[in-house]
């Protein structure tokens, strides 16, 4: 196990603010796009209220991201259940319209 002093760091900028993150080998650059999607966010939230402190504008884009998640999550879930269901259904034709032969008696 390697501690944070031996992993690869990245910087990132979060509402004009630098900051070091260490993360795990080859992570760097899915660090740096995720920290790209959080101060896009940041900076629409920012723009809308420039009195919000940045604590609470990183806290609203937290939720904000949570739920787009939450709903591609969802979205995914009933996705694969109406694949499931086809597949049943697709199964259940296929066993229908096999022939079945019958075997030669002894």
């Known amino acids: 196990m390697s501690d944070d002093a031996t992993r690869p760091t990245a910087q990132v900028t979060l509402?004009?603010?630098h900051y070091m993150f260490a993360c795990n080998p080859g992570?760097?650059?899915k660090l740096e796009r995720a920290a790209r999607y959080l101060d896009r966010a940041m900076q629409?939230?920012?723009s809308q209220n420039n009195l919000l402190g940045s604590e609470r504008v990183a806290?609203?884009?937290a939720l904000n991201i949570t739920h787009e998640l939450l709903e591609v999550l969802d979205t995914r879930r009933s996705e694969e259940q109406q694949l499931d269901r086809l597949s049943e259904r697709l199964e259940q034709a296929m066993a229908g319209a096999v022939?079945?032969?019958p075997t030669p008696a002894e």
Do not use: C, D, V
Request: charged share 25%.
């Open 15 to 17: 509402l004009g603010r």
């Open 27 to 29: 992570e760097e650059r």
């Open 44 to 46: 629409g939230i920012h």
């Open 59 to 61: 806290l609203m884009a």
């Open 99 to 101: 022939p079945s032969h």
